[in-house]
């Protein structure tokens, strides 16, 4: 089975502190994925990495960086915290990107990180 | 851009009801997949559909691809308890397999 974990299930920091957000996957997955989740408006993709040291912004990269050093491994920073950024942040990894126009390979998501930003 | 709905937001039925949840595009989608989130879990694959007209079934579940690729549906039948969460499509552009965008989600709840 795919396992992907988030280092914490909860967080509270305070406003303007530098919060860093690790998500590990063990399965060799090639992309890696950091979404947003708030009531009503589904999940929103905030950047993705398709190779170690790559990625591509999302929907709302804004105030968010990411990094990726190793295949297993992909973080999000958050390099001032405001309370606008309390959220659910979920990691998710795949297989590869499958075949553009075609098919999708499935999503894989770890438990997820409540921040709350104070 | 695509724009993809997903309605209703919320669905509340009886135990034992029927429930379809709707995503519509305004544009030609390349696949579709479905997860559902159990309250306090994190989204879970269910299916992917990616031929036109496209009919798939998971026991109570089934899913539907349209024929112009522009919409789909997930409908359950006979609800249970544990059918109690948020699906949510999400589809792929023509350009990228491997960014997905997801809708907004339906909350089902019920009514033992």
Same mark, same amino acid.
Request: some cysteine.
């Given at each position: 089975?795919?396992?992907?974990?988030?280092?914490? +299930?909860?967080?509270?920091?305070?406003?303007?502190?530098?919060?860093?957000?690790?998500?590990?996957?063990?399965?060799?997955?090639?992309?890696?994925?950091?979404?947003?989740?708030?009531?009503?408006?589904?999940? +929103?993709?905030?950047?993705?990495?398709?190779?170690?040291?790559?990625?591509?912004?999302?929907?709302?990269?804004?105030?968010?960086?990411? /990094?990726?050093?190793?295949?297993?491994?992909?973080?999000?920073?958050?390099?001032?915290?405001?309370?606008?950024?309390?959220?659910?942040?979920?990691?998710?990894?795949?297989?590869?990107?499958?075949?553009?126009?075609?098919?999708?390979?499935?999503?894989?998501?770890?438990?997820?990180?409540?921040?709350?930003?104070? | 851009?695509?724009?993809?709905?997903?309605?209703?937001?919320?669905?509340?039925?009886?135990?034992?009801?029927?429930?379809?949840?709707?995503?519509?595009?305004?544009?030609?989608?390349?696949?579709?997949?479905?997860?559902?989130?159990?309250?306090?879990?994190?989204?879970?694959?269910?299916?992917?559909?990616?031929? /036109?007209?496209?009919?798939?079934?998971?026991?109570?579940?089934?899913?539907?691809?349209?024929?112009?690729?522009?919409?789909?549906?997930?409908?359950?039948?006979?609800?249970?308890?544990?059918?109690?969460?948020?699906?949510?499509?999400?589809? /792929?552009?023509?350009?990228?397999?491997?960014?997905?965008?997801?809708? /907004?989600?339906?909350?089902?709840?019920?009514?033992?």
């Amino acid at each position: 089975d795919v396992k992907v974990t988030q280092s914490s +299930r909860y967080l509270v920091k305070r406003t303007g502190e530098k919060v860093f957000l690790e998500c590990v996957q063990d399965m060799d997955h090639e992309n890696m994925f950091w979404y947003r989740q708030d009531p009503g408006l589904g999940l +929103r993709l905030i950047y993705f990495s398709y190779d170690v040291k790559m990625k591509e912004k999302g929907d709302i990269p804004e105030g968010y960086s990411v /990094s990726r050093e190793k295949k297993e491994r992909f973080s999000l920073i958050l390099e001032s915290a405001s309370t606008n950024q309390t959220s659910m942040y979920l990691c998710a990894s795949s297989l590869r990107g499958g075949v553009a126009g075609l098919v999708t390979d499935t999503q894989y998501f770890g438990p997820g990180t409540r921040l709350t930003v104070l | 851009g695509q724009q993809v709905m997903q309605i209703p937001q919320y669905q509340h039925v009886q135990e034992g009801e029927d429930f379809t949840t709707y995503c519509n595009s305004s544009t030609t989608l390349s696949n579709i997949q479905w997860y559902k989130q159990r309250p306090g879990g994190h989204p879970v694959f269910l299916i992917q559909l990616v031929k /036109s007209g496209e009919v798939k079934k998971q026991k109570r579940l089934t899913f539907q691809f349209g024929e112009a690729k522009k919409n789909s549906s997930l409908h359950i039948t006979a609800t249970q308890t544990t059918d109690v969460g948020t699906y949510f499509c999400a589809y /792929s552009g023509y350009s990228s397999a491997s960014k997905i965008i997801f809708g /907004s989600g339906t909350r089902l709840s019920i009514r033992p």
